[in-house]
């Protein structure tokens, strides 16, 4: 988890007066997640983890929280072995997450580096209509080369986020996000302490196997789905020691919703983007769907050791690209087939008679910059998983506030599934007739009657 983030000279038109008033940009390259940001300056608070992502440094400034965003095309890493050039912040797709306390006031620099005008909204927050970000109705748009500045007051505790409201199909689809914690000031009791506190946002790509910018015209049909710009196995795993307390704070900015599941434990939503759920109206739940736009708190107690899958339930989402348009051709004979077509095609691979999860094995050529769509090792061999998937590993002896990969999970002795030494001798028995043969099922069809009255439906 090396942090490289460095300090830039803004650029842009900005006069140079006014350039030296600014707050240092500071900018981050890589996708490690970084160690929490403990905050050496204004009001203490326990920083969140921010998921192959960092949170962004500040100045206090007569008492002002000050914050230097920079909007600008961006290289990331979206898993080993493929880069996309998106849109993004600092340097990164998602942007830098901000913490701030309840009751800071923020002053937010936003300068444009892109090729076209953007905004900033800050979703979810109590502002003055004037800081609400939305280009055209609150404020004209920030072309590229300006600088604007937001100030308000984080009025209200919780999980939130920004991103553009400003062209905002192509600037979404180019990875222009970020995630905003706002930290209570006091305790009470609807805000737990957590001992861990981890957040992502989840997005969606649509790039082409072999090339490296999102399609941004696609509605629903995206290829790569994502946690904070990075796929499955590129996504760092949830490291906690057995019984932290655990919070995911997690904000859905793709075209469709996402039922997150994780294993091994029961979890309850503890926030929305409205805020704290009263304890009266929280339950229990394994999986929970987050619809577009919207933002999770999920809490639970880490007591379970082991690695536990954490993924988005829509078995697609945990695939990487390959292509929605391959034919099912589970069943299908190809005996013959691949040979015929080979001499038209010479690289021709027949997939998918057993199902898919021979693609995990085949040495099929990948275009370049392209991750295989089921992969990732495990101790058992190859995950089958790609997209939105992670691991929660819950150990004993994790150090507290260690967020550091432990490695596998060991199972103990005598916990294991196992496969039997042989098969069993004789088949079990099938349900047969008397007779001791299959017994000819009749029915009968009865068409609705068409003459304009009902049929005798029974
Ligand atoms: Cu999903």
Known sequence: ????????????????????????????????????????????????LTVNGWSLPW??????????????????????????????????????????????????????????????????????NGMDGVSGLTQPPIQPGQTFVYEFVA??????????????????????????????????????????DFCFLLSAFD???GSYTPKIMTMLDFNLWAWNSRIF????????RQGDRVRLRVGN?????????????????????????????????VTTDIAVGQMRQIEFIADEPGDWAVHCHKSHHTMNAMGHSVPTM???????????????????????????????????????NTVPMMTGQGPFGSVEMGGMFSVLKVRPDQPHGDYRDPGWYRQPAGTSVRALAAAPAEAPARATSTQGAPAA????????NLNGHHGNHR
């Open 330 to 368: 589970i069943g299908v004979d190809h005996q013959g087939l691949a040979a015929k077509i080979g001499k038209l095609i010479p690289d021709y691979m027949v997939m998918g008679e057993r199902g898919m999860a021979d693609m995990t094995e085949m040495e099929m050529p990948l275009p370049d």
């Open 253 to 285: 900015l793709t075209m469709t919703n996402h039922p997150i599941h994780i294993h091994g434990h029961e979890f309850e939503v503890t926030g929305t983007d409205g805020g704290a759920v009263p304890r009266s109206a929280r339950w229990p739940e």
């Open 155 to 196: 009025r209200r505790a919780g999980t939130f986020m920004y991103h553009p409201h400003a062209d905002e199909m192509a600037q979404i689809a180019m990875g222009m996000m970020g995630m905003w914690i706002t930290h209570p000031r006091r305790r009470s009791a609807a805000i737990a302490e957590v001992e861990r």
């Open 207 to 209: 790039i082409d196997p």
């Open 233 to 240: 196995p590129g996504i760092d795993s949830f490291n906690v």
């Open 441 to 448: 099922i009749e029915f009968e069809v009865r068409k609705p």
């Open 1 to 48: 988890m090396a942090q490289t983030i460095t300090a830039a000279v803004a650029g842009g038109s900005v006069a140079r007066a006014a350039l030296a008033a600014l707050p240092d940009v500071a900018t981050r390259q890589g996708a490690d997640t970084a160690p929490p940001l403990t905050p050496s300056t204004g009001l203490p608070y326990r920083p969140v």
């Open 59 to 128: 100045r206090m400034k007569d008492g002002v929280k000050e914050f230097h965003l920079v909007a600008e095309p961006v290289v990331r890493e979206l898993a080993p072995g493929m880069k996309a050039h998106l849109w993004g912040y600092n340097g990164q797709s998602p942007g830098p997450t901000i913490e701030v306390v309840e009751g800071d006031r923020v002053r937010l620099y936003v300068t444009n580096r892109l090729p076209e005008h953007t905004s900033i909204h800050w979703h979810g927050q109590r502002l003055p």
